[in-house]
């Protein structure tokens, strides 16, 4: 399972979809729509599971493929930046 390191914050932008996501020690990242939408799912206490049917919800035109690959590419990234940790 995969979860936001401790002090770790997502905030989204309700009109633009984009996010902000920043880390006590991390620093700070600037989210397009669908990284805003994983991440919060994280934040929320949700799955990367749920991180992709939440992401395959909101943009249907999208393959599974696609849409899983940059998400894990995403979280593979933050996990690298100590942003993300697996437990």
């Known amino acids: 399972m995969l979860n936001l390191a401790s002090g770790a914050r997502v ?9 902000t996501l920043t ?4 620093g700070v990242w600037t ?3 669908t990284a805003a939408v994983a ?3 994280l ?4 799955t990367v599971a749920g991180a992709e049917e939440e992401l395959a919800r909101r943009w249907p035109d ?4 696609v849409l899983r690959a940059d998400l894990d590419t995403l979280l593979a990234e933050l996990q690298a930046a100590g942003v993300v940790t697996r437990w």
């Open 39 to 41: 991440l919060t799912e």
């Open 11 to 19: 905030v989204t932008d309700p009109v633009t979809g984009r996010g």
């Open 62 to 65: 999208v393959s599974a493929a």
């Open 23 to 26: 880390a006590s020690d991390s």
């Open 31 to 33: 989210l397009n729509p």
């Open 43 to 46: 934040a929320d206490g949700g």
